[in-house]
């Protein structure tokens, strides 16, 4: 097991911060660099050589991998060799320090404030639900008030996804967790209900009764919600909904949920005090109180085999990862045998391969055409008796005319059956005016004259604004 003074990756372990039953929780520093991040938070397990909590290391990483909301660690790094992940370092206090706190009178947790905390819990587990990782969705599972942090800034970070349950207060199991029963992402509904009982009263839920392990089970929360209807009754809705014992009664859409917080929160008159809140019980965290609600965590008698809250994790490669600089995560699923691609065998047409004995096609010689004089339409009932017209040499057919002698004058113009008044020109009149004007005034229309004079108009009125403003 490595300890303070090794190095992860590139980052140094200078304190340890939590320990589980095989795991342990560092604060690690980035020593003589500038690069970001600085410091983040490093998981790893005591003893390397432990498959069960390898294979539960990078199941982890795979879920905060595929996490991108920001109320949710990111995650920085997956070292297989030494069996290693590296995360987000939140700075904060941990929601059981915010009600700690307000027990002992050191700080005041108002209503509004309560609203905003369960919304952001609410929304970034919105998203976990959404990701699915290796197939299945992301469940938390083990959500509690001491997984849940509220950073300097008055931000909430959500932990603990992804990663294997380390054991709950009971109070925040669902009856179905409470029973062995299969769970999934309505069973952190009932969490985040629990976790609001826990902010608005004080106290966890099934505190103070003889047997907490049954009452799990059976879920009845009827008393905690009747002392919640005079603390905040805009509130008392969405969490006696979260809190139902079939599950089927609870939100079938968080987008619900969030619409009814949200809708509560209007109705709650005042600002939320987060980071005031989040500051000064960092402030005075050596004045909290050593007693915690409910310390030792109560273990129902539950088959943990039914309530895994993440997928079965994916058993690290048998060969040894190659040695890079910078150790990216490999994590192989097992083969899955290729099925052999099928050849699809494609068979000309008889027509497309004739045999051999057929008669090879003739090419076809071309046939030189006369150059024949440009055809005009001619009326086929003109006979040759027709004044100024005759045919030409015989032709096939269509038969071809071509005129003898130029038309001088209208009269021999009209004289011919086809005139019409489209073939008399502009100057056939021999009393027409042959000036250029009176030539353009004859082609125009009386619209393009009257646009003339307009133009004209202007043009003159134009001009004399000119000179006139030039004078003055």
């Known amino acids: 097991m490595s300890g303070l003074g090794h190095r992860i990756g590139p980052f140094e372990l200078i304190e340890r911060v939590a320990s589980g039953r095989r795991t342990s929780l560092f604060r690690a520093l980035r020593p003589d660099s500038s690069r970001a991040p600085r410091e983040v938070a490093v998981r790893m397990a005591d003893d390397p050589d ?8 990078a199941a982890e990483y795979h879920v905060l991998r595929e996490c991108t909301d920001p109320r949710i660690p990111k995650v920085h790094g997956y070292y297989a060799g030494q069996a290693a992940l590296a995360m987000s370092w939140i700075k904060g206090v941990s929601l059981t320090d915010v009600i700690v706190a307000a027990r002992d009178g050191l700080i005041g947790l108002d ?4 609203a905003d905390i369960l919304i952001e819990i ?4 919105r998203h976990a639900h959404s990701v699915h990782n290796l197939g299945h969705p992301i469940v938390h599972g083990h959500l509690g008030s001491q997984r849940v942090m509220l950073t300097e800034e008055g931000e909430i970070v ?3 996804l992804g990663a294997s349950p380390r054991g709950s207060h009971c109070g925040y199991l669902a009856p179905e967790q409470a029973s062995g029963a299969f769970q999934d992402w309505r069973s952190d509904q009932w969490a985040l209900g629990a976790i609001g009982i826990e902010l608005l009263l004080g106290q966890r839920l099934y505190e103070g009764t003889d047997e ?8 009845d929360v009827r008393p905690w919600l009747k002392a919640v209807a005079p603390v905040s009754s805009e509130l008392l809705l969405p969490i006696r909904r979260t809190l139902a014992t079939a599950s089927g009664n609870r939100y079938q859409e968080e987008s619900g949920l969030i619409r009814d917080l949200l809708a509560a929160r209007r109705t709650i008159e005042g600002l939320g005090h987060r980071r005031a809140i989040a500051r000064n019980v960092m402030a005075m965290q050596h004045r909290l109180s050593q007693q915690r609600p409910a310390v030792a965590p109560i273990q129902p008698r539950v088959d943990r085999t039914a309530t895994v809250s993440t997928p079965a994790p994916v058993p690290p490669p048998t060969t040894p990862p190659r040695q890079h600089r910078r150790r990216t995560p490999v994590v192989l699923s097992p083969p899955q045998p290729t099925p052999e691609p099928t050849r699809e065998v494609w068979e000309k047409p008889g027509w497309l391969n004739p045999s051999s004995n057929s ?7 071309p046939v030189e055409v006369p150059d024949l004089p440009h055809p ?7 006979t040759p008796e027709d004044e100024g017209l005759e045919y030409t040499a015989p032709l096939t057919d269509p038969t071809i005319l071509e005129p003898t002698e130029a038309l001088e004058s209208v009269e021999e113009l009209e004289a011919t059956e086809f005139y019409t008044e489209a073939d008399v020109p502009y100057d056939f009149p021999s009393d027409a005016d042959d000036s250029p004007m009176s030539v353009l005034l004859s082609t125009l229309q009386p619209s393009e004259i009257v646009g003339m004079v307009l133009g004209l108009l202007f043009s003159v009125l134009g001009i004399i604004y000119l000179f006139t403003r030039l004078w003055i």
């Open 376 to 382: 005009i339409g001619v009326n086929p009932t003109l």
């Open 50 to 57: 432990d498959a069960e909590t390898t294979a539960q290391i």
């Open 111 to 114: 209503v509004p404030t309560i």
């Open 158 to 160: 959500v932990l603990g």
């Open 122 to 125: 609410a929304t970034a587990l």
């Open 359 to 365: 008669a090879r096609p003739v090419p076809v010689q």
């Open 212 to 219: 907490p392990d049954k009452a799990a089970i059976i879920g």
